[in-house]
């Protein structure tokens, strides 16, 4: 469990079938920040048990080094579920990240979760509390109480919107997910979904992640869909084929530009506010004017950018006498 300031990078998070092990060893060379390894719905139900074998080896094998480890296990209104957090958790717990739960409902199902995730780091003798829960809203019930399950435990470290399912759940009149349905001609019908997923996460200090866009060979429509949530404030999306990485990679990282503008306004804000620059609190910069508040919005700028490794290419220099 890692509080979202402090947590690593999550711009994409690819989905692997846990029923192909060929294609469970592949992705692990792939640039992603996150790998999650389903036993939800890309595995039909006849496969779910040797999935969750193959998604053990693959944890145990190794190979994914940097790379959020996550598996996601069946929804609770299954049968399995119980059972895939157990083998999973026996199998590999010490290799494991984070277990998302799919169509989350309700707080006390992410409950249920963190008692078992604990029963069980208990009897392995793991440390209790390091597995993370990732809470995926995909229903409409889900979205009403994504207050109450951000809050649910303190393992969540990702709220996820869930766009195929939630679109079923709320009956909307779309067969494409991620884009605008037909006839809604009054701006983004996912706009509310989504902010309001990103409050519980930033109210709570969780990461707020987008989810698939099905459309696999156009990367252009997913570089459009995913500038959405990335404009809000969301922190990843999930990825479904390697031609999507490098669009996730750099949709949810600044441009060069805003990246080395709020390293300076951090630097001429620090400068302007000692003594030394005169413990002044409102200032200019170049034309423009900061304060508090704009250090905040830098940090925030600042603090994506480094965490996906960027450089800077300018550096402030404090005006003479
Ligand atoms: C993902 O699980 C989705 O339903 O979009
Ligand atoms: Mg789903």
Redesign the pocket.
């Known amino acids: 469990m890692v509080d979202s300031s402090s947590a690593r990078s999550r711009r994409s998070c690819l989905a692997v079938p846990g029923s192909s092990p060929k294609m469970l060893s592949k992705a692990k060379g792939l640039p992603v920040d996150q790998i999650f390894m389903d036993l939800?719905?890309s595995v039909a139900p006849i496969a779910k048990e040797e999935a969750r074998q193959n998604v053990v080896a693959a944890l145990n094998e190794g190979g994914l080094e940097g790379k959020v480890r996550v598996v996601r296990v069946n929804d609770l209104t299954t049968q399995w579920t119980y059972r895939d957090v157990i083998e999973v958790v026996e199998g590999a717990g010490a290799n494991l990240d984070c277990i998302m739960l799919?169509?989350v409902q309700t707080a006390e199902q992410v409950a249920w979760l963190d008692m078992t995730l604990t029963q069980i780091e208990k009897t392995l003798g793991l440390e209790v509390g390091r597995i993370g829960i990732e809470a995926?809203i995909?229903n409409a019930l889900g979205l009403v109480n994504v207050d109450a399950i951000a809050q649910a435990s303190p393992r969540v470290e990702t709220i996820i919107f869930?766009p195929?399912?939630f679109m079923a759940s709320i009956n909307m009149k779309s067969l494409v997910v991620g884009e605008q349905p037909p006839g809604y001609d009054v701006g983004d019908a996912y706009h509310y979904i989504l902010s309001r997923i990103l409050m519980a996460a930033r109210a709570y200090d969780k990461q707020a992640i987008d989810?698939p866009y099905l459309q696999i060979k156009d990367v252009d429509g997913f570089r459009r869909v995913a500038g959405r949530s990335a404009a809000l404030g969301f922190d990843g999306k999930w990825v479904l084929h390697p031609g999507q990485i490098e669009a996730a990679n750099e949709v949810y990282s600044p441009n060069q530009e805003d990246y080395d503008h709020a390293e300076l306004i951090l630097d001429a804000y620090a400068y302007y506010t000692s003594a030394e620059g005169g413990a002044r609190g409102a200032v200019m910069l170049g034309d423009e004017m900061i304060d508090e508040a704009s250090r905040k919005m830098a940090l925030v700028m600042s603090g994506k950018g480094r965490a996906a490794g960027m450089k800077r290419t300018k550096t402030f220099t404090p005006p003479e006498g």
Do not use: F
């Open positions: 939800e719905d799919p169509k995926q995909e869930g195929a399912d989810g």
